[in-house]
């Protein structure tokens, strides 16, 4: 303003010498209309003017003073959970800023006991192990689960449940008891409950990092020895999973069990040696036939042996960095191979400020509080959908009406 032109300005006019003139930016009219806006921005923060225009207004103007993570920003940081790539933070000083807020005891908390680190069919845990992981402490049992001990052959009068996912449903930074596998489980076995099976048992075999590649291995593999009656599957992040478990093995010589896999990755001109890169960038395109065959593959699975088949979507709180375009076409996929849709959107109706549902401000994996509404959204929707043949429901109130 005390120049009275802007750098573009003077740029404009230096390159204009000679040439035919074009129309000029107007500084004083671009800073009058800049100021206005300000200033209006500036009435609108106050909280006196919040309160006469009520919550709404209110909520708005908080949303647009709190700084946020763009998208790529963020998909970096989700590079930097799932891979480890901390140097992410060289690309952004506010990425620096948060991963500057995550203590080193969460870094060096960040291994979990892997029967094999390196393959992409099997994220499996080791079997009666105990570490410190991200804050907490991840005990599993003698099958390699994040959960309490169970009978391989299913108990009579039992209904049985296996939770195929990855960190949001293994319990990322909440104890064994605290996640929403573990709460949805101790309410159905609740005293009081009726309903024709005596007991109910969620089997909980996710495991971190885990896409669809590890989960159809996990259910060919073990979980069906398990004779379950239902699959309840977490979709997340999938498109992402399935392209980089395709990539490591067919780029590392690794056996790509499925044929039709190995006809993807040729088709997409993977090379043994290829950089992780180039190989990504050329399978993305594939990503939906990926899905698409996972799904198809788990489902015929169940559907051979009468199981039901179910898919959680929506299990972040305010998730970030959410593809809202991956996120319908995962679900359009998974409804067309016969899954049964768990929409967990409802669970954080009412929650004012979903971020206080984050595990830490670094990290938006749901906390204790959130693991409860998931347990809780669950229930609900299962009833729904499985009814009073075999889902519980409480008994009938003896109490007498009001009068």
């Known amino acids: 303003m005390l120049f009275g032109r802007s750098t573009r300005e003077w740029t404009e006019r230096s390159a204009q010498v000679g040439s035919a003139r074009t129309e000029p930016t107007v500084f004083w009219r671009s800073a009058v209309t800049i100021g206005a806006v300000c200033a209006v ?84 845990l080791l079997p009666s192990r105990q570490v410190r992981h991200r804050g907490v402490t991840v005990t599993t049992n003698r099958w390699g689960m994040r959960d309490r001990d169970y009978e391989l052959a299913k108990p009579p009068d039992t209904y049985r449940i296996a939770l195929l996912g990855a960190s949001m449903s293994m319990g990322r930074g909440v104890e064994n008891d605290e996640t929403y596998e573990a709460r949805l489980e ?34 060919e593999g073990w979980v069906l020895d398990f004779e379950p009656d239902a699959i309840i599957y977490e979709a997340s992040n999938e498109f992402h999973y399935a392209v980089r478990d395709v990539a490591y093995a067919a780029t590392r010589a690794e056996e790509i069990r499925y044929e039709y896999l190995q006809g993807i990755a040729e088709r997409a001109g993977l090379e043994v040696g290829m950089a992780a890169g180039v190989a990504t960038n050329r399978l993305s395109p594939y990503a939906p036939d990926l899905i698409e065959w996972f799904y198809a593959r788990i489902a015929e699975q169940c559907r051979q042996r009468g199981i039901r088949v179910f898919v959680l979507d ?12 991956d996120a319908l076409q995962q679900i359009d996929l998974a409804t067309r191979a016969g899954f049964t849709v768990l929409d ?16 830490r401000p670094w990290d938006w994996h749901p906390n204790v509080e959130a693991h409860q509404l998931l347990a809780d959204e669950l229930y609900e929707l299962l009833q729904m959908h499985l009814g009073d043949s075999v889902w519980p429901r409480q008994p009938p109130s003896k109490e007498p009406p009001d009068q």
Not at 46 to 52: D, F
């Open 41 to 124: 921005m500036v009435v609108f923060s106050r909280p006196a003017v919040q309160e006469r225009l009520g919550p709404r207004a209110e909520g708005v103007v908080r949303t647009l003073s709190r700084e946020k993570l763009n998208r790529r920003d963020s998909e970096l940081l989700e590079r930097g959970y799932y891979e480890d790539l901390t140097d992410v933070t060289r690309y952004n000083a506010q990425l620096m800023e948060l991963f500057a807020k995550e203590p080193e005891s969460w870094r060096r908390e960040s291994k979990l006991p892997l029967v094999d680190e390196n393959d992409p069919y099997s994220n499996q």
């Open 186 to 219: 101790a309410r159905l076995n609740q005293p009081g409950m009726v309903g024709p099976y005596r007991h109910y048992e969620i089997l909980n075999f996710a495991v971190g990092r885990s896409g669809p590649m590890a989960k159809l291995t996990a259910l």
């Open 314 to 325: 929506n299990l972040k709180p305010g998730d970030p960095i959410a593809k809202p375009s």
């Open 344 to 359: 967990m959107t409802g669970a954080y109706d009412g929650v004012e400020d979903v971020e206080s549902l984050w595990l």
